[in-house]
């Protein structure tokens, strides 16, 4: 038996032999193509369903090699594939790729990098924690905290929860990560109206509760009511308490009063997380850093690479002020792994993923081809873009803007003039599906208040001028086809 497995094995290791002798080959030129026209592509190919309809058949008993299936997958990626690194994707908040940083993530995944230890790659594990400090120094966040990269801002909250669920626990004198929450009373969470779903998730993952999130009340001038804050915390009477800081919402670009919530809490026993996934960018730029002014004093951050530091994804960073909570929350040890004390790191026992890709690769790659000037220079050219079509906005008959504009989302929507609230909601909400199914920009809706909104997210810095311009026709053309 096993002699007869030996010999079934051998000729398809031949041929991956010499598929993979020449796989950069074959695939090399679609490659250059995808990222050098990267400006061209609509940003949602119509027709993506139909186009996908082949994928639906039984498994093959005798594949078709390596070249077929590239061949088939390219094709599709053409036809149904979205462009998010392309100039026209607005939706969520999608970031693009700088060249070097795309280009070391294609080096990541030739050498198939793996970062659990320093012993799987000494380069990736070491770039990663390089790539990380350059982020604490672009970034301002404290020389002390300790980062890990993950996979996006969810598990970067995660993360930072993780240790201050630890944390709480060890305040009530018990070790979560070993004996669990059965029994103990709920960890208090207080934020605002601007905790984001990812946040939500999280706190459901660690044993909160959703519906066990304490939301503070925004006051009558429409930001959080300090006052309420400062009385949920009071109301605690000295218990530890997790509090969650928004650095950047996603309807408006807006941002809870940092500085200030985090002095109040400061004043109680809480741990404060600050979710800064793209807000946190504004401290690159003098026009935008007072919104995150007074963040370093946080006991952990969420920092998104996918987003506005223009990395691939998926990647995103957690800071945590004390390398032990991580520890102790994600502890991970048996006899054939590293030993806990081994200084050479092993990242995969400070976090949520063991095994773990090369992230750190194109983070330290962007940094060191731009440095702290060119992703300044992208941060103030997100901004100068979302300034330019909130004006545009501003002038074009059809468009009205819902808010201010202190970041880089611009939140407006279709207005004919005659329809009532209800009404303009619904032809909104029409729309908006309609630029989907259009998919030459991709752009989402949402609620701001009542009113349903367009608000794309500029974050990318493929992203021109005319880029928005035309967006702005584009919704115009649109809407009046609907209405
Ligand atoms: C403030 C905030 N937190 C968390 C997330 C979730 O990020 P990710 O999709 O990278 O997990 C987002 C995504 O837009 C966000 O804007």
Redesign the pocket.
Known sequence: MPNQTAHQAAPLADQLRREASTLVHDLADALAVAIAQADERPALPPGADAALAVLDEPLPDRGEGARQALEQLLDLQARAGTNTAGPRCYH??IGGNTPAAHGADLVAAAFDVLTYTWVTSPVGVRMELQALEWLKQLLGIPAGMHGLMV???????FVGMAAARQWWGEELGFDVSETGLAGQPPMPVISTGFL?A??RKVLSLLGVGRANITQVPDGPDGGVDLDAFTRALEQLGGAPALVVV?A???NAGHFDPVAAMIDIARRHRCWVHV?????LFAALSPRTAHLVAGFEGADSI?V?G??WLNVPY?S?YAFVRDHGLMARAFRYSADYLPDEDDPRPTLGAIGPESSRRGRGFAVWATLKAYGRDGHRQIVEHCLDIAQHFARVVDHTPGLERMADVPLNIVAFRYNPGGLDEAELDALNQRLGEAVIEAGEFLVGTSKLGERTIFRPAFSNWRTRREDVEALAGHIVRLGQGLN
């Not at 979710?275 to 807000?279: I, K, P, Q, S």
């Open positions: 969520f908040v996979t996006g801002a969810t598990m970067a909250n984001h990812a946040s928004n950047g919402e996603v979710d800064g996934a793209f807000g969420t998104d996918h987003k998926d995103g």
